[in-house]
């Protein structure tokens, strides 16, 4: 039986810089919008890493997409957690 896996892209403040402000960074794939929510979560978690999340495009938008941040991991190297 095959089993079709899905590929989450996922980012870390090492990979953004360690901005320390809220706002639209250009960043290589299109413009990331980090929230004040987010920062505070890495300061907290400075190894949490979040789901890049694309916002649908505008139809005459310039190439490059927006992204902004979804879900998180706060152990991403962690290995996982088994109740058995």
Do not use: C
Not at 16 to 26: A, F, I
């Amino acid at each position: 039986m095959a089993v079709n896996k899905i590929t989450v892209d996922k980012i870390t403040w090492d990979r953004v810089g360690r901005v320390t402000e809220p706002g639209r960074y250009m960043y290589t794939f299109g413009w990331l919008t980090i929230t004040a929510g987010d920062l505070e979560i890495w300061k907290q978690y400075p190894q949490a890493a979040f789901t890049l999340l694309e916002q649908p495009a505008e139809p005459d938008a310039p190439i490059g997409g927006e992204f902004h941040l979804g879900a998180f991991d706060i152990a991403p190297s962690a290995p996982p957690y088994s109740t058995h």
